[in-house]
């Protein structure tokens, strides 16, 4: 039952084949067998995970329909949890139980989902290996030598696992899309502003959206009609009305014109990747799309704008963490000075304090032109390229990332782990929904394929996606977890 | 732009992060290779360009003037390093 | 060498709004410590700001006041440093499109001219919380009930040229938030706060010589000393050779003076960037006309009003509309008395005499309107003297119980009865035959001296034109 989608489960919650609290139990079982192994969780709610499960069972029998009561999920570990350690994957906050939940947490929580625990992530979603958590790396399931992707590799590990039916996860520069394809699942960044951030810990506020990890498309619909909405704690939360996401995921592709970015099909790109995202392709042509080369031609200056933006954002989010009011302070502070700078030193990982480094640099006296100003510019451009190339097609195609997941420990140089996000990073400058899906398997590890969708063009996106997964049954493929030990 | 350690000491300080000198040289070079990465904007003509803050151009939402919030000190303050009295202690505040 | 000073004020108002400008959190004055912090307001992750609408119409209520140029699109920025009062490391605030631009404010000095000054912009911005140093052993108390409080700074043109005009600008200022009723602003409460840019050049210059800022002065008189101060440092230095180094100083008012605050912060760098949590604020005309619509009448155009409407000096005008309060208490005790002359010389006279003395709000004031209006009555309808009526103010004071009463157990009221009129006036001729004889003999003035006697007598309670028309009559 646990390998089944969400969809799937909540029929067989409905039909009363299976109960909340069996179901919720089978994946703490299966977290405690294989959680060792994947690090996937840095907390785990049994007693409240079952007493929700319970008190979903009990709704279901008092005549309540939610589509996902009962279903069992886990939370990146960057989304507040009231009365449960929310670390953000940092030793600065290792000791912080959130007093408040955030909006996301309220959501799924008031739709019956039960709340499995918190998954690791890199440290203040920080990395694209999730390597840079103070908790340890997460394995990838498909081979445990390799990274999951990050930053919501815990998320996706998880997933990818059964260890839960789905996640949330949250997405800077392609933090649920990069290792939804590495892990060989559904990964979903929405529109931004579509997802409330009340309560997901800030990386760069401009960029930052929630989304679903998850196990098809349709999953993701689900989910994505529980945390989609607007939310008044939230000032960059926009007020649409939220569709039903789930309604259009049958609708005919006939005539949907696709855009073949052009420098996503270049230099760099492996070969079994660009082989199985072409075969996508013939898919879509037979579901009636037709296909067009567009051009993004800033996208290679994407990496660059974002590495000023994130990190300048990030820099002032992070000013918060002062070993004040809450988390990690050092121990017998000499004076103001060192318990700011020991505190900070001490609780943030390299990776952090680099970032924030780069952010304070760029935003310094005689620096912010030529670096912040200039990158809010080329964000500019590129979010006309894509309104460029959305004048002529409905959704651009390509790769999620270059290659398959590599080992642990094989990217050390921070440039060269920048630039994992190159198809990816372009999206969350822009603000635009985007999507990863599996879409093959090169030397048994998954290929995910990237879709870019116009502004709150989420329903078209997640049909889009619906539609190949009910041609193709690479979402269902599985690794084999625990053969190996 | 290449850094010199000075600077990186000064980016440091304002920061507020501590870098030791065993550090300092790798932190250097480091943060020195991620500038030359971003440099690489410094590529594309922008003069025309309106700088893009943020990709809602929307405009702020307003909140009623009304208190919503409840005092929760004492529950907050269990989450303080340190607190005494009601008040948050940090080493001497020198004015 | 003749030097001039130039002076710049920037002043802090804290807006009295219910709640806080990014929270839902209580925003009062005086609470326990901590009490009014909350999640937000601690900067704890993944919270985040919505801007309270009524601290925008505040502001835009200010601009209007002073004919300032509204901004129908302002941005928040953070300005990044660290203290421990600042809870997120960052203050939130408007860098380059403030809510309010340019305006101006006139003042009046002692002499009674007028000159205009220049207000450069207002904006609006997050107040810090505060440090507590006593009682921890080496350690500080950090109290965060004001940090997030909603702020309008007002930063003036350097137009301003000594320390008179510089409490005359900040008492005009204080004047016009309050009648607005967008803030408090008392001083020693830190609801209005001064941070004042001085510098000096040898009169005719026309570039500003190097400014210091000297930060944080908390009530008008000081504001004036340590201008004098800094001014009487800054020639000195000058004089002898020195130069002004620009710099954050601050006033100590037991030694009158001012020192360097040379903080180890290498160089202030705040790397303020636009506030991504935020977006840009955006308000329209029918936004702006909303609020000129609900306007109080302003200071200036009460003067006026109170010099035609009732025929009142200029000077008199000026003081008793220098406070909302005031220019209230007036007009109420001026309707109920039907005397405005009267309503305000006492207003002006008496009672902020004894306001003065006992540093009194009038709003505090033991006698209110409606007992001023009726001691005025009793003089008009001649039951009490304007003499006696000082008497009945002063114990009006002690004594709440209505003025007739007062008046009548301290048997204060006015003789107007003839029969006992005529007695007085028969024992004053019986008593003073010289007088009496001089007055006959055509000496004129001599009545005013019967009158007197006659007034003696009666413990001042006869009504002295009577007591003068019965003498004429009698010594026909």
Redesign the interface.
């Known amino acids: 039952m646990i390998e089944k989608t969400a969809a799937e489960l909540s029929s067989a919650l409905a039909k009363g084949d299976i109960s909340s609290v069996e179901l919720t139990r089978a994946y703490l079982e299966r977290i405690a067998r294989y959680n060792y192994q994947l690090n996937a969780f840095i907390t785990v709610c049994e007693e409240s995970a079952l007493k929700q499960a319970q008190t979903a069972d009990e709704k279901r029998a008092a005549g309540d329909r939610s589509p996902l009561l009962g279903v069992p999920l886990a939370h990146k570990d960057i989304?507040?949890t009231q009365g449960v350690t929310?670390t953000?994957g940092s030793r600065m906050?290792h000791n912080?139980?959130?007093?408040?939940n955030?909006t996301v947490v309220e959501k799924f929580s008031a739709a019956g989902a039960v709340m499995l625990g918190k998954t690791n992530m890199d440290e203040f979603a920080m990395g694209s290996s999730n390597e840079t958590s103070f908790f340890g790396p997460v394995r990838n399931p498909w081979d445990t030598k390799r990274v999951p992707g990050g930053s919501s590799g815990g998320s996706a590990a998880a997933v990818a696992a059964d260890l839960c039916a789905m996640a949330t996860g949250t997405d800077t520069g392609g933090s649920i899309r990069q290792p939804a394809a590495f892990c060989g699942i559904t990964g979903f960044k929405p529109s931004?502003?579509r997802v409330s951030?009340?309560?997901?810990?800030?990386f760069?506020?401009?960029?930052d959206q929630a989304g679903p990890l998850s196990k098809s498309a349709e999953d993701a619909a689900l989910m994505m009609n529980v945390m989609a909405g607007l939310d008044?704690?939230?000032?960059?939360s926009?007020?649409l009305p939220v569709e039903d996401y789930t309604a259009t995921l049958n609708d005919s592709l006939q005539g949907l014109k696709i855009g073949i970015p052009r420098q996503h099909f270049a230099a760099g790109l492996g070969a079994e990747v660009e082989q199985a995202i072409r075969d996508a392709l013939k898919e879509y042509e037979k579901l009636g799309a037709t296909l067009k080369e567009v051009d993004l031609p800033?996208n290679?200056?994407s990496?660059?704008?974002y590495?000023?933006v994130a990190p300048?954002?990030a820099?002032?989010n992070?000013?918060?963490y002062?070993?004040?009011?809450?988390?990690?302070?050092c121990e017998n502070?000499?004076?103001?000075?060192?318990?700011?700078?020991?505190t900070?030193?001490e609780g943030?990982g390299d990776e952090v304090?680099?970032r924030?480094?780069?952010g304070?640099?760029?935003?310094?006296?005689g620096y912010?032109e030529?670096?912040?100003?200039?990158?809010?510019?080329?964000?500019?451009?590129i979010?006309q390229d894509f309104n460029n190339a959305f004048d002529e097609v409905d959704v651009i195609i390509g790769p999620t990332s270059p290659h398959t997941a590599f080992e642990l420990g094989a990217k050390t140089?921070?440039?060269t782990m920048?630039l994992e996000d190159i198809y990816t990073i372009a999206v969350n400058?822009?603000?635009?929904p985007g999507i990863s899906i599996p879409a093959g398997l090169a030397q048994g590890l998954p290929i995910g394929m990237h879709m870019v969708g116009k502004d709150f063009g989420e329903a078209q996106i997640l049909n889009i996606a619906h539609q190949f997964q009910q041609q193709t049954d690479w979402h269902r493929r599985k690794p084999a977890l625990g053969q190996e030990g | 732009m290449a850094l010199d350690k000075s600077e990186v000491e000064k980016i440091a300080h304002l920061a507020r992060l501590h870098i030791s000198a065993a550090e300092a040289d790798e932190v250097t070079s480091r943060i020195t290779d991620i500038l030359a990465l971003i440099d690489q904007m410094q590529s594309v003509d922008t003069d025309a360009v309106e700088p893009l803050a943020h990709p809602l151009e929307v405009v702020q939402r307003l909140r009623a003037d009304e208190v919503t919030e409840e005092n929760r000190r004492d529950e907050l303050q269990t989450l303080a390093p340190e607190a005494q009295d009601g008040l948050y202690l940090v080493p001497q505040v020198l004015e | 060498m003749e030097w001039e000073t130039v002076i710049g004020l920037e002043v802090h108002v804290s807006l009295s709004t219910k709640s806080k400008l990014f929270s839902g959190t209580a925003s009062e004055f005086g609470a326990e410590p901590n009490t009014q912090a909350n999640i937000f307001d601690l900067a704890l992750p993944g919270t985040l700001p919505v801007f309270n609408e009524e601290a925008l119409k505040m502001a835009v209520r200010f601009g209007l006041a002073i004919g300032a140029e509204i901004s129908k699109r302002s941005v928040f920025d953070r300005k990044n440093y660290f203290y421990p009062d600042l809870p997120k490391g960052y203050q939130v605030t408007q860098l380059d499109f403030p809510t309010v631009g340019k305006g101006a404010l006139t003042i009046t000095l002692e002499d009674g001219s007028e000159r205009v000054i220049g207000v450069t912009r207002a904006h609006i911005e997050e107040n810090a919380g505060k440090s507590v140093h006593e009682e921890f052993h080496g350690k500080s108390g950090i109290d965060l009930n004001r940090a997030g409080e909603p702020l309008l700074e007002i930063v003036s043109e350097p137009e301003i040229r000594n320390a008179q005009e510089a409490v005359a600008y900040l008492k005009k200022l204080h004047s016009i938030v309050r009648y607005l009723d967008i803030s408090d602003a008392i001083m020693a409460q830190g609801s209005m706060r001064c941070d004042v840019n001085v510098s000096i050049r040898p009169r005719g210059e026309k570039a500003l010589g190097t400014r210091t800022e000297i930060k944080n002065i908390n009530s008008f008189r000081f504001v004036e000393k340590a201008i004098i101060s800094e001014v009487h440092r800054q020639q000195e230095l000058i004089e002898d050779g020195g130069q002004v180094i620009q710099e954050t100083r601050r006033y100590n008012a037991n030694k009158d003076e001012t020192s360097s605050m040379r903080s180890k912060e290498v160089a202030n760098d705040y790397r303020y960037f636009p506030e991504p949590d935020l977006l840009p604020v955006v308000i329209d005309d029918a936004f702006i006309e909303a609020i000129r619509i609900e306007l109080p009448e302003l200071p200036d155009e009460k003067k006026v009003r109170f010099t035609t409407q009732y025929n009142l000096s200029n000077y008199d005008a000026g003081v008793l509309t220098s406070t909302r309060e005031m220019a209230d208490f007036f007009e109420s005790v001026s309707s109920q008395s039907s005397d405005a002359k009267l309503a305000a010389n006492w207003v002006t006279g008496d009672l902020q005499a004894l306001l003065n003395k006992n540093n009194w709000e009038i709003t505090a004031s033991p006698i209110q309107a409606d007992r001023l209006a009726a001691l005025i009555l009793r003089i008009k309808d001649k039951t009490i003297s304007g003499k006696i009526a000082k008497t009945v103010f002063e114990m009006m004071i002690e004594d709440s119980s209505p003025v007739n009463d007062i008046i009548e157990k301290n048997g204060l009221k006015q003789v107007t009865d003839s029969g006992e009129i005529e007695q007085l006036v028969d024992e004053v001729i019986a008593n003073n035959p010289v007088q009496v004889q001089q007055f006959k003999d055509g000496k004129e003035q001599v009545l005013g001296f019967l009158v007197g006697q006659a007034m003696q007598l009666s413990q001042g309670k006869a009504n002295p034109a009577q007591v003068k028309q019965l003498l004429r009559a009698k010594l026909a």
């Open positions: 989304f507040c929310t953000c906050l912080f139980v959130a007093p408040y955030a931004y502003g951030r009340w309560g997901m810990i800030a760069a506020s401009s960029l008044n704690k939230d000032s960059t926009i007020d800033n290679h200056l990496v660059s704008a590495y000023v300048a954002e820099s002032a992070l000013s918060r002062d070993g004040v009011r809450y988390g990690y302070r502070p000499v004076d103001l000075e060192d318990m700011y700078k020991r900070r030193s943030f304090k680099r924030i480094m780069v304070t640099y760029a935003l310094s006296a912010y030529a670096y912040y100003r200039k990158a809010q510019k080329i964000r500019r451009l979010k140089d921070p440039v920048y400058l822009a603000g635009l």
